[in-house]
């Protein structure tokens, strides 16, 4: 049975007080409940990983520390850019690659993203890889070739064994930040969907255990719906994971 996932995603928010203020909040709600059942990650600004990483250290925390981004390269003069590898050395194990937002604004493509999971992989760590259509895609009935382009080009280009390492996240572009949300159906719709093109790529036992997490404005309202979809394992949080009653209820739905 795949575990579930719920991973908060900061994006550039919170100053310093406030980051460690969450971060010590949700240890807090850890300590008070029981989250054995799935696993928690929290996904800062990246000069806020070192400190979040120690904390949960010190705190006996099983809490996961992700990062946003890395680079498509190992190092170099690349001014600005942080490698899979820095991240792997402060402690953080899962990687987001290929956010619609890293697509939109950044002008990151199929090769750039087909590099970072290399690097990320290389590293040990888990990707995990974000797909999803904007609203004239689900509007012209094109949102499901949309997202096969997404992973034939990236994803599919790795082995079975790759493959099995990393967590999917389908983020309906039209509901990020948006307070909108896919229909419990409609987000169930497309994570069989994904599910189904892993399994005619790979094969059952990959399809079967592979993560699909929901990243389109889930809340501690729609959170219990969306979950118990067949095959939504889980959530990327974006603006209720600042907010540490918000995210545990959503852990705890």
């Not at 169930?188 to 699909?212: C, P, T, V, W």
Request: charged content about 20%; aromatic content about 8%.
């Amino acid at each position: 049975m795949r575990k579930r996932l719920i991973a908060g995603n900061w994006k550039m928010n919170l100053h310093w007080n406030e980051a460690m203020s969450l971060v010590s909040e949700i240890v807090q709600n850890e300590n008070q409940s029981d989250w054995s059942s799935v696993d928690v990650a929290v996904i800062p600004p990246f000069i806020y990983s070192r400190p979040a990483f120690e904390f949960l250290k010190n705190a006996g925390s099983n809490i996961i520390l992700g990062s946003q981004n890395c680079a498509s390269t190992e190092n170099g003069a690349f001014t600005g850019e942080i490698s899979a590898s820095m991240i792997e050395q402060i402690g953080a194990t899962m990687v987001l690659v290929g956010h619609s937002e890293r697509r939109d604004y950044y002008n990151e493509d199929a090769a750039v993203l087909k590099e970072k999971i290399s690097r990320v992989l290389e590293q040990n760590l888990t990707p995990i890889f974000c797909c999803g259509e904007h609203l004239k895609q689900r509007k012209s009935n094109s949102h499901e070739s949309t997202i096969i382009d997404q992973l034939e080009s990236v994803v599919f280009q790795f082995s079975g064994e790759d493959v099995s390492k990393m967590v999917i996240a389908y983020e309906p572009v039209w509901a990020i930040g948006k307070g909108e949300t896919a229909s419990p159906q409609q987000a169930q719709d497309m994570h069989a969907f994904i599910r189904s093109s892993f399994h005619k790529k790979y094969g059952s036992e990959i399809a079967d255990n592979l993560r699909i997490l929901y990243g389109g404005s889930m809340n501690p309202t729609n959170a219990a719906e969306l979950l118990s979809q067949t095959d939504v394992d889980g959530g990327l949080i974006g603006g209720a994971a600042l907010a540490a009653d918000k995210f545990k209820a959503i852990i705890e739905a």
